[in-house]
Every structure is written in structure tokens, then in C-alpha cells.
């Protein structure tokens, strides 16, 4: 049963949680790294390609504005190919919300709570995304808008003091493109699977927004946003610690962070690393969270939502401490180490376009 409060998300509300899901934890990381100095290039194309992918899925949302993907899919498909694509997206949200959960666990203890079991951390962390579910979805929008100018606060001045500081040379940067255009199409498929189009979620959120007439536009102005921000994050990232430090750092805007000292005043700010992956790793991750609950619940007719929450949470729990080891094993999937990960993963956001070919030519045999 869906909760009706969800339908008083409003356009400001959703311009909030896309841009913190966007953003979420991806600023502490130097993505596409294999690229080197050209990755804020690849930052840069991979957003433009994600507005293609962004654009079918509103468009989607479009046609079907009161229907999340799992409705639209059973709609066009039937049951029995339905099923199992609903069960696939269920899957694949459920194991982005199981790489979220790991990583804050894993960079809380390794920055701030190194004596704290692991277990404990990701104890406080799942039980405060289920608390967030179960007393009214609506407090997760709400939530977002005001922890927003927090996020951007402390990654933004993070960024600025980042930049006045002796150690930010913008010269590593060169050579632009000094190993052509070949390192960066290799990475490329990498970033648009992680984090533009991860947006792909929101096919199963839009439905709950107000003004539907707004969705669009204030998709791709969140879209553009986080995009801009996560570049400028990278070339700042690569400024201060260079391609070398930065690549074999566990998290390079920590070290980033860890570098600021001016005039022996303003030093020691590893509490904005905190509140940046607090804030951007919750929302990250309650937002494939619910996405994977509200995809189970339609796939086996759960009407207690609440039950699947707390299911869906205990389940994130014992496959994340089973199968997922370290920070860099769990950074070596999500940058695409293995061959197959990143086209896997692209799989679920390619899809959707097929989507949108279906409806168009269904609607023209309707017309003709």
C-alpha cells in the first residue's frame, strides 16, 4: 500500500533529492580515474549523455505520470515478461542500496570511528533509513530540503579552501587530452553507469511529485547542477593531490580535505568529510532503498509496505557484511574493474528506452 503523502512531493522537494542523490558520495572519489588528468573530460561527457537517458526517462514519466516502473512495465509487457524485469530492477536498486550502505560504514570507521564495529556503525545507519520509511515517506523529501544548504555548505567550502591553499596547482590538469580521446572512451561507459545514470530511479519516484508539469525541468536543472559540482570536485581533487596520490588514495578528498591549513588557523576540517558523506551517502541510499521496496512490493503484491521495509533492511544488512570485503573491493566494482560491470549495469538504464519505443509505437496503432 502506497503512502499517500508521497503525492505532496513538491518541485523544490525533488530538485533536493536528485541533487543529493547525484552528488551523494561520488565527490570523495576521483572517478574515471583511468583517464588521469582528463577525468573532470569524462565527468563532462558522461553528463551529456546522461541527458539524453534523463530525457527518456521523463519522458516515460511523461506518458504515464501516475505510474511508477514497475506499473509501467507490467502495463506494456504483461505478466509473465513483467516479472521478471521487475524483479531485475528490484535487484539491481537493492545492490546499489547494499554499495551505499557498505561505503559510509567502511570510510565512517576509517576516518572518524576506527575502534567502532563495523556492525554498530551500519546498525545506526539502516535502522535511521527504516525510521525515515516507516513514520511517513513524505519526511525523506522534507528532509532533503533542509539538509541540502548543509551538504552544499561543507562541500563547497571544502572546495573554495581547497583552491586558496598553497598546495592547488591547476597545472596538473596538463596535458588536456595528452593521451588522446582513447583513455577516455574506455572510462566513459564507467560514468555514465556511475552516477549519471543512476538517475533511472526516479521512474519509480516521479509519479509521487505534485506539479507534474515541473518534473522535467527541475530534473534537468538538479541534473545539471550535480553534474557541474561533481567536475569541479574532480579537477579540484586532481589540482591538490596530482593523478598519482589521487588514484591510490582510498578517499582523495579526505587527503584534499586533510591538506587545507590556512595561516595554521583553518586546518583539521575532516568533520565536513562527515557531514558530506552522511548527508550525500543517506540519501543515496534511501532513495535505492525504497526504489528496491517499492519494486518488491508491486512484484509480489505486498500490501504492508512497512513489513517490506524492514525486510528489504535486514536484507541489505547480511548481504552487505557477507559479500562485500573492503572499501577498495567495493570501489573496484563500482568503477567498473571488472570487464563487465559497467555494460551489466547499463543494461537497467538502456532499457527504458526501449520503454519509450514501445509506448510511441503503441500510441500510433492507438491513433491510426
Known sequence: MENKEMKQITKNQLFCLILLYEIGSTTLFLLGERAKQDSWIVIFLAMLIGFILLWVYTEITKHFPEDHLAEVINSLFGKWIAKPLIFLYAGYLFYDACLNFFEFGEIMRITSLMNTPPFIIGGVFIVTVIYMLLIGQQVVPRTAEMLLPAFLFFLLTSLVLSVISQHFDITQLQPILGNGMTPILKVLPNVITFPFGEIVVFLFLWKFVAEKKSIRFTSFLAFSLAGIIIMLSQITIISVLGTGLAANSVVPLLEVILSINLGDIIMNLD????????????????????????????????????????????????????????????????????????????????????ILIIIILNKKIINQ
Open 271 to 354: 568533520v565536513f568529510l562527515i557531514a558530506i558523506l552522511f548527508i550525500g551517502g543517506l540519501f543515496k541510499m534511501i532513495i535505492n532503498f525504497y526504489g528496491a521496496v517499492l519494486a518488491l512490493s508491486y512484484l509480489f503484491n505486498v500490501k504492508n509496505q512497512k513489513f517490506m521495509i524492514i525486510l528489504v533492511g535486514i536484507c541489505v544488512i547480511g548481504y552487505s557484511f557477507l559479500h562485500l570485503k573492503t572499501l577498495p573491493h567495493q570501489r573496484a566494482i563500482t568503477e567498473g574493474a571488472a570487464v563487465l560491470w559497467p555494460y551489466t549495469m547499463m543494461i537497467y538504464q538502456i532499457i527504458p528506452i526501449y
